[in-house]
């Protein structure tokens, strides 16, 4: 369809073409200010001179200030109808007025229901440009005044208000930003309060406290209807006419539209001219409604970064609270720990530490040597489990050149790398028989043979030892030598498995993600509630290893800002109806064999040691694939 004519407005500049602006909207205000739809800068032209309003069939220009000079065709006027042809002068501003467009671009859009026509003229245009160049500041930008600002700047342009403003209801405020409380007001002391988190003026400036403010009651009527809303003139309107707010502000032109966050009201987008009536209409207020998602977008980003400083905040605190140097932990088990921990890293005494696969034993070796007087010594660890029989005497002890074939050079052996420091002996109960002997005489002599030498060398180390087995039955089993089991069990600390610590493992669970999401560069923020709850109740026979391997995996595969429990293989068990005894005994063991050995990390030889069955029963769980549940009926 072809736009119906549209009036235009000719500015007649000194220098330089014509400037042409369509007279597209209800109310189109002439003056100096630069929030007027035509801004002239010429001598005596005042700051809001006249406005052309249209009444659906004429277009009537009038004085909005009494010392406005108004002058049509030669003539003084003070209100005047305009027809084609008339020329105006305001001050020595002279305007041109036409029934038809010269030269402006009209873009025509159907109606949604097709019978209605809407001409756009230029303002809609740049209105559409605004919001684009807006949306890609948005995606640039992480200032949030900055964006909050800017947004508010083109809208107050766009809409030819006074004055703009974003308010939020106080809960939904983001921490930290800087806002001023709403003014009271008598006829909504009982409603919700809201903070004004940003405004702004014509002259792109925050608005001063005696530039007006905000009509409570319209406010409070967008939040609580979670609709738009547009008051052409707020003291003649029935509705709000007789509010205490609109009365003492004198508020004329009013647009306020929702903020919404997942369903939520959260605040308002509010613009405002108070010396213009009929300023506003529909299509300007769609306008400020999508205007309005992009806030509500940008601040729901804002909420969720400041719930994560706070709850990084808070995690850092129970961590204070809670950590005890490297280790985090606050149950009284752990406690205990602590305890003789602070008791025996000053002394030289050998320590024996206890407890299941991955409960941190290594950690808890470094932190007796970081609180010892060796702690500017070298902390040297060996697993005495994952090194070949045949080479752990030369591990431990070094060699020279020529005491077995590959022996090319002499070579210090752990003992020698940790001369005046710590040495930590991982998996102790896994040391050969044979080399238990040489072992017991290096601590009780302080003195290392190299294999293939008669020559003695001295050193100076504190041993600890670690192990997840039950040394006191491998004594009784003749499996480890009783003499040495008491040489390095001269002080005990058993480690508590993580299904015993209580909340410690909601704790070490936000630590490790904290971790290891920065490590990854991974999208994830936290734990769904889900989340928490499954990583309390499972019992973790991996303990924090599993529980670490766990996140590690979910923050590289998951691309949700929370982790649910499917994520961390956590989810609730299907249904598989009842099953034989038999049967349910098979499957049972069956996910326990590759819990353990998800927690040795793959290692199927110490799996088969833990569980105290032959390797080969481990490969047969691998083999076998989980049958699917059978019917029911």
């Given at each position: 369809?072809?736009?119906?004519?549209?009036?235009?407005?000719?500015?007649?500049?000194?220098?330089?073409?014509?400037?042409?602006?369509?007279?597209?909207?209800?109310?189109?205000?002439?003056?100096?200010?630069?929030?007027?739809?035509?801004?002239?800068?010429?001598?005596?032209?005042?700051?809001?001179?006249?406005?052309?309003?249209?009444?659906?069939?004429?277009?009537?220009?009038?004085?909005?200030?009494?010392?406005?000079?108004?002058?049509?065709?030669g003539k003084k006027k003070r209100r005047a109808r305009l027809v084609h042809g008339d020329r105006i002068r305001l001050g020595s501003a002279e305007i041109g007025f036409s029934m038809f467009a010269e030269g402006i671009k009209k873009i025509v859009r159907e109606g949604e229901g097709g019978g209605e026509t809407t001409a756009l003229g230029g303002h809609e245009v740049v209105g559409v440009r605004k919001l684009f160049a807006f949306s890609e500041r948005l995606i640039k930008s992480g200032n949030l005044d900055e964006l909050l600002g800017a947004m508010l700047d083109d809208v107050i342009e766009l809409t030819a208000a006074q004055k703009g403003f974003l308010l939020l209801l106080e809960e939904a405020a983001p921490s930290?930003?800087?806002?001023?409380?709403?003014?009271?007001?008598?006829?909504?002391?009982?409603?919700?309060?809201?903070?004004?988190?940003?405004?702004?003026?014509?002259?792109?400036?925050?608005?001063?406290?005696?530039?007006?403010?905000?009509?409570?009651?319209?406010?409070?009527?967008?939040?609580?209807?979670?609709?738009?809303?547009?008051?052409?003139?707020?003291?003649?309107?029935?509705?709000?006419?007789?509010?205490?707010?609109?009365?003492?502000?004198?508020?004329?032109?009013?647009?306020?539209?929702?903020?919404?966050?997942?369903?939520?009201?959260?605040?308002?987008?509010?613009?405002?001219?108070?010396?213009?009536?009929?300023?506003?209409?529909?299509?300007?207020?769609?306008?400020?409604?999508?205007?309005?998602?992009?806030?509500?977008?940008?601040?729901?980003?804002?909420?969720?970064?400041?719930?994560?400083?706070?709850?990084?905040?808070?995690?850092?605190?129970?961590?204070?609270?809670?950590?005890?140097?490297?280790?985090?932990?606050?149950?009284?088990?752990?406690?205990?720990?602590?305890?003789?921990?602070?008791?025996?890293?000053?002394?030289?005494?050998?320590?024996?530490?206890?407890?299941?696969?991955?409960?941190?034993?290594?950690?808890?070796?470094?932190?007796?040597?970081?609180?010892?007087?060796?702690?500017?010594?070298?902390?040297?660890?060996?697993?005495?489990?994952?090194?070949?029989e045949n080479l752990i005497e030369s591990e431990l002890f070094g060699h020279v050149k020529g005491s077995f074939t590959g022996a090319i050079g002499d070579r210090p052996g752990k003992f020698h790398v940790a001369n005046g420091g710590t040495l930590f002996l991982d998996e102790i109960g896994e040391l050969p028989l044979n080399l238990q002997v040489k072992l017991l005489?290096?601590?009780?002599?302080?003195?290392?043979?190299?294999?293939?030498?008669?020559?003695?060398?001295?050193?100076?180390?504190?041993?600890?030892?670690?192990?997840?087995?039950?040394?006191?039955?491998?004594?009784?089993?003749?499996?480890?030598?009783?003499?040495?089991?008491?040489?390095?069990?001269?002080?005990?600390?058993?480690?508590?498995?993580?299904?015993?610590?209580?909340?410690?493992?909601?704790?070490?669970?936000?630590?490790?993600?904290?971790?290891?999401?920065?490590?990854?560069?991974?999208?994830?923020?936290?734990?769904?509630?889900?989340?928490?709850?499954?990583?309390?109740?499972?019992?973790?026979?991996?303990?924090?290893?599993?529980?670490?391997?766990?996140?590690?995996?979910?923050?590289?595969?998951?691309?949700?800002?929370?982790?649910?429990?499917?994520?961390?293989?956590?989810?609730?068990?299907?249904?598989?109806?009842?099953?034989?005894?038999?049967?349910?005994?098979?499957?049972?063991?069956?996910?326990?064999?590759?819990?353990?050995?998800?927690?040795?990390?793959?290692?199927?030889?110490?799996?088969?040691?833990?569980?105290?069955?032959?390797?080969?029963?481990?490969?047969?769980?691998?083999?076998?694939?989980?049958?699917?549940?059978?019917?029911?009926?």
């Amino acid at each position: 369809m072809l736009a119906p004519p549209m009036p235009t407005l000719k500015h007649f500049r000194a220098e330089g073409t014509p400037r042409l602006y369509s007279v597209h909207k209800p109310v189109t205000t002439i003056g100096r200010e630069p929030g007027d739809d035509l801004v002239l800068s010429e001598s005596g032209v005042l700051p809001h001179h006249v406005q052309v309003t249209f009444d659906g069939r004429d277009f009537i220009i009038e004085e909005a200030e009494a010392a406005g000079a108004l002058t049509i065709n030669g003539k003084k006027k003070r209100r005047a109808r305009l027809v084609h042809g008339d020329r105006i002068r305001l001050g020595s501003a002279e305007i041109g007025f036409s029934m038809f467009a010269e030269g402006i671009k009209k873009i025509v859009r159907e109606g949604e229901g097709g019978g209605e026509t809407t001409a756009l003229g230029g303002h809609e245009v740049v209105g559409v440009r605004k919001l684009f160049a807006f949306s890609e500041r948005l995606i640039k930008s992480g200032n949030l005044d900055e964006l909050l600002g800017a947004m508010l700047d083109d809208v107050i342009e766009l809409t030819a208000a006074q004055k703009g403003f974003l308010l939020l209801l106080e809960e939904a405020a983001p921490s930290g930003a800087p806002a001023a409380a709403r003014p009271e007001a008598p006829e909504a002391a009982a409603a919700q309060r809201w903070v004004v988190r940003a405004s702004r003026g014509v002259d792109k400036a925050p608005v001063g406290a005696g530039e007006g403010g905000v009509s409570d009651s319209i406010v409070q009527r967008v939040i609580h209807t979670g609709q738009p809303l547009i008051v052409s003139d707020a003291l003649a309107d029935t509705t709000f006419g007789q509010s205490e707010s609109v009365i003492a502000m004198r508020l004329s032109s009013v647009m306020c539209t929702p903020l919404v966050a997942q369903g939520q009201v959260i605040g308002v987008l509010y613009v405002g001219n108070d010396k213009v009536k009929q300023l506003f209409r529909r299509p300007q207020l769609d306008l400020l409604s999508i205007f309005s998602s992009q806030a509500s977008l940008i601040l729901q980003n804002a909420m969720l970064l400041a719930a994560l400083r706070e709850d990084k905040a808070k995690l850092e605190a129970e961590l204070r609270d809670k950590r005890f140097g490297d280790i985090v932990g606050a149950c009284p088990s752990m406690r205990e720990v602590y305890r003789k921990l602070e008791k025996v890293a000053g002394t030289d005494i050998s320590v024996l530490i206890t407890g299941e696969t991955g409960t941190g034993k290594e950690l808890v070796a470094k932190e007796i040597h970081r609180r010892s007087a060796r702690a500017a010594g070298p902390f040297v660890t060996i697993n005495c489990g994952a090194i070949p029989e045949n080479l752990i005497e030369s591990e431990l002890f070094g060699h020279v050149k020529g005491s077995f074939t590959g022996a090319i050079g002499d070579r210090p052996g752990k003992f020698h790398v940790a001369n005046g420091g710590t040495l930590f002996l991982d998996e102790i109960g896994e040391l050969p028989l044979n080399l238990q002997v040489k072992l017991l005489r290096v601590l009780q002599e302080h003195v290392v043979m190299r294999v293939g030498s008669s020559k003695p060398e001295k050193v100076d180390i504190r041993v600890l030892a670690a192990t997840n087995r039950i040394l006191e039955e491998m004594v009784r089993e003749g499996c480890f030598r009783e003499d040495l089991f008491y040489r390095l069990n001269v002080v005990g600390l058993w480690l508590p498995p993580l299904r015993e610590r209580g909340d410690d493992v909601l704790i070490i669970a936000k630590m490790l993600l904290s971790k290891y999401a920065d490590e990854l560069t991974s999208p994830v923020k936290g734990f769904s509630p889900a989340a928490m709850a499954a990583v309390k109740k499972y019992h973790w026979p991996g303990n924090i290893r599993q529980l670490q391997n766990r996140i590690k995996k979910a923050l590289v595969l998951c691309e949700k800002t929370l982790l649910g429990p499917d994520d961390l293989d956590l989810g609730v068990t299907a249904d598989i109806g009842v099953l034989p005894l038999e049967k349910a005994k098979e499957e049972f063991q069956r996910r326990y064999v590759l819990e353990v050995l998800e927690a040795n990390g793959g290692n199927r030889t110490q799996t088969a040691r833990d569980l105290g069955v032959d390797p080969r029963t481990i490969f047969r769980y691998l083999e076998r694939e989980p049958k699917p549940p059978p019917a029911r009926a």
